[in-house]
């Protein structure tokens, strides 16, 4: 039996398949070759058209008269994958080939494009047998030649129907007319020839040196070179023979699928039934095809295509047949319980039935008259018991006389409720619960029934009751959850849909209690899924979700692993608490229907799970369930620009361009996931606009809208359908920016805007020089004059006084115009020192400037303290506007007043000075570099000390860079005074100046 295909149920002889025909988009039902290329693409070929499918839709390759690219043979024979190239045997137009990356028909021979051809055979890695009437062609790859080998008997119709390779360059064929031919590769000859019997030989394969032939008479088995057959199956048309992964024979005849048992040498029919328990019998199997990742393809005459796949029964179901009932009138199961004879106890819609596993029957428990039975229990005791609807009350079974009897009741109670659960609380005592007449506390003793209060009210609707490791007691009504402590005596809890939101449930409506190996419980909702965490109470809730297509919960199960089992509407769903994913199971799987009822879970002791719903029960072990553990690969199948394909086979291409106007774009893709595909989901990114995956989707195209010029990356993957995610698609997109946001058109820009810009500097480099030579007349003009006055000063010292009146007015009139025109030229030159050079005439000038405006020459007194620090400030802000400081300035200034002292040489010393600190004291900036300005009074002397704790300099340094230290020295020595300079740890510069001089 098929034990690998077939699971363990394969002795049932009955494969279930999934049917796929004229509704799914075959044009025609007669499959004649099936071959999956590397991409998993299925490939088969009929009368009607070349097709091509991925599991869920359906590509056809029609002859169009009017389109020269199109296929050019409708009805095709043979298929064979090489490479890159689908070959096909066609029926009137010979042999040619599909190139897959270009997606474009060729014909590769023209004395073989008009011959009736039949099958195509891969040989070695070089050598192809094309096989059509009465002859056939070996071609070599390598050097392109054709040989021709003509069959015997050409006075009927014969060509090979299939081939085997016995050794290197030795090959059975099976032909139609000449039987068995031994063909040598080498020599291009037939060495020997064999008829088993006077039919069509139609099969041949080897194994273990054993060659098995399928004729139109039966199955033969030969030694290898032997040339003695043994008959092993007769009287079966044998079209094609299968070797699957695991060994397994498979068998096509003109009457079904068979299997073959080599060591026996027995057979047996399976008999194929889809989906909707359509039996397809008696049915010609034309080829099979399989491929290691268990799926199974069988080709037909007249019933299309038909798979399955041995991961796709993952669950037994056991069907309820009793007499008088069919599926069509159901009879759905509630709440069960195993017994320890290797039977089963169900409440159903009728009463209460008896499954034995043994002989496969149950036995129907009639009285009382017919009622729906949806609670059952056994007591602590052993006895069980169980009740429902119509007013069938509390009822025990009589073991002795095998039936059902109402509970015994003292005191004339009424015993005709309608019992929803039931839950031994002590050996002597059930705690019975009605749909609307609240909950009663049965005396398994006295027979007495008392109501049982929570919080001193009636509660009704109590579907479902636990007691946890705790010994707590959860009650789940339509008023939410309670937990009552010490089995029901003790304090009460209520969990609801009312509670705040990190306590609240999903619905009030609770169907289901169940607790895990951390002591959380979990409860089932109309509305989801609920977690209450020990200890907390605090509640996680899962809402309807991909993988959890219907949160309407009826039972709770927990595995081993601490997954969660949960009977649906829509099958049975199952959660990983610890990555939060969902897992859905459907009637595909072999489930007994997608809609399972309430209270109808079980998990016994030996760590089966048991699920019923509207048609029959599950029983299975939840470790045990095999998933598929193949990922899909995903495709780009078309990218269409405004809604049309465009001319690209995007299986095979990786990059595109699309210009800046080209930007409506539609991906279409798909996974090649055969096994349930519409439960695949897909997820999507464009790198570079999307922020990040987009959610899961059964969606198999995106439209994207106005993308922007830029790089792109289009990722696409997949699930299979156990929700496993398999590798990405990517695919790279590059939308062209128009011409004048290109490159090239940045280029000429930039090119402009440069010639413009050197023109306008080669102007302003005009205007600069003529604006020099006008300073410089300016200057030396103004140099001849001041050369005059200090010529008359140094004559008659008398006359200082009127020269430095007249400098004052000469000053004040023109400093601003030189100013200007040093800012100008300091601006416009491109040597940095003469920069650096007219900078420092500029702040001398400015420092004269700012003199003249603080201080009238007429004066007789001034503050100096507070004109030295003024001045230090001004000074350092001047210095500011061409780079910042590399120090701090600290004052120590003692208040003095001084009279008809010289402030114009003061102050241009102190500008000189501190210029000098700024440009060679310091190479950058630290908080720790300061400058120190110094002013006091020491007898008839003013001292002027200016210190810095720099790295110091070398006077021939100053000099052979700046004149400013011999114009501090000349201007010392006009005052009489004298000037210290020292070059340790720093520079400190100490100006004495007599007042009676200054």
Known sequence: MLTHYFGAYAQVDTLQINYIGQEQGITQLNIQEIVQDDLDYLWFSTEDGLHRFNGKQLKVYEDNPLDSLSIPDDHNRGLLIVDDTLW???????????????????????????VISYHVFQLDETHLLFSSANVFNIYNRKTKQLKEVVLPHEYSENYVKAITKLQDG???????????????????????????????????????????????????????????????????????????????????????????????????????????????????????????????????????????????????????????????????????????????????????????????????????????????????????????????????????????????????????????????????????????????????????????????????????????????????????????????????????????????????????????????????????????QRDTWKTQRYYQQEGFPNDFVYSVLIDPKGKIWMGTNKGIAVLDPVTGQFVNYSEKDGLQNDEFNGKAAFHDEFGNFYFGGVDGINVFNPLAIKTNPYHPQVHLESIELFNEPIDVNTLYTDTYDFHSDENVLTF???????????????????????????????????????????????????????????????????????????????LVVLFTLVLSVVGYMLNKSYNYKRNQIRLEYIVQERTNDLQKALSVSNAQQDSIKFLMRELKHRVKNNLQIISSLLSLQAMQINNKEAGRTLQVAKNRILTISHVENIMDSEKEHVQVDVFTRELCDNVLKLIAIEEKPNFELKYELQSAKVTNFNITYYGLMINELITNTSKYAFDSYNEKNELYIKCKIEGDLLVLEIADNGKGYQVEEIKANSIGLDLVKDMVKQLKGDIQIENLNGTKNIIRIPLIYG
Request: charge should be negative.
């Open 88 to 114: 096909i045997a066609s029926n009137s137009k010979g042999f040619f080939g599909l190139d897959l990356r270009a997606e474009k028909f060729f014909i590769p021979f023209d004395r073989l494009s008009e």
């Open 170 to 532: 030795i090959y059975a064929l099976a032909t139609l007319s000449s039987g068995l031919l031994i063909f040598d590769l080498s020599t291009m000859k037939i060495i020997h020839q064999q008829n088993l019997d006077e039919s069509a030989h139609n099969a041949v394969l080897l194994v273990d040196d054993q060659l098995y032939i399928g004729t139109e008479l039966g199955l033969y088995v030969m030694p290898l070179f032997s040339y003695e057959a043994i008959k092993v199956v007769a009287n079966e048309v044998i079209n094609c023979i299968f070797l699957d992964e695991h060994g397994t024979f498979l068998i096509g005849t003109e009457s079904g699928l068979m299997t073959y048992d080599r060591l026996d040498q027995s057979y047996a029919f399976q008999i194929l039934k889809d989906q909707s328990d359509r039996v397809y019998a008696p049915l010609e199997v034309t080829s099979i095809y399989g491929d290691e990742k268990g799926n199974l393809w069988i080709g037909t005459a007249g019933e299309g295509l038909h798979y399955y796949n041995k991961y796709q029964k993952k669950f037994h179901s056991i069907e309820i047949r009793l007499d008088g009932y069919t599926k069509d009138t159901r009879l759905s199961t509630f709440q069960f319980m195993p017994d320890v004879d290797s039977t089963l106890w169900l409440g159903t819609t009728d009463n209460v039935l008896k499954y034995n596993y043994k002989t496969q029957r149950f036995k129907h428990y009639s009285a009382p008259p017919k009622a729906l039975i949806y609670a059952m229990e056994r007591d602590l005791n052993g006895d069980i018991w169980c009740g429902g609807f119509e007013g069938t009350g509390l009822l025990k079974y009589n073991s002795k006389q095998d039936k059902f009897e109402q509970a015994v009741v003292a005191d004339g109670f009424n015993n005709d409720k309608t019992v929803i659960d039931i839950r031994p609380l002590k050996k002597d005592k059930l705690l019975v619960s009605t749909w609307s007449s609240g909950m009663y506390s049965y005396d398994l003793v006295n027979h007495r029934f008392e109501e049982f209060l929570v919080n001193g009210e009636k509660i009704n609707r109590v579907r479902t009751s636990f007691i946890d490791s705790r010994q707590n007691l959860w009650l789940g009504s339509d008023q939410g959850a309670y937990r009552i402590a010490d089995l029901g005596a003790g304090a009460v809890q209520l969990f609801s849909d009312h509670l705040p939101d990190s306590f609240a449930i999903n619905s009030n409506r609770i169907f289901a209690i169940n607790e895990d190996a951390n002591s959380n419980i979990w409860l089932g909702t109309s509305s989801g899924l609920a977690q209450v």
């Open 668 to 746: 279409r893709y798909a996974a090649n996931n055969f096994l349930n595909p519409s439960k695949v989901n897909y997820s999507y990114y464009m790198d570079g606009f999307d922020k990040g995956w987009r959610p899961a989707t059964k969606s198999q195209n995106i439209t994207y809208t106005n993308l922007p010029p830029g790089e792109y990356t289009f990722r696409i993957k997949a699930t299979n359908d156990h929700g496993v995610w398999g590798d990405e698609r990517k695919v790279k997109i590059t939308i062209i920016p128009p011409w004048y946001d290109q490159i090239w058109f940045r």
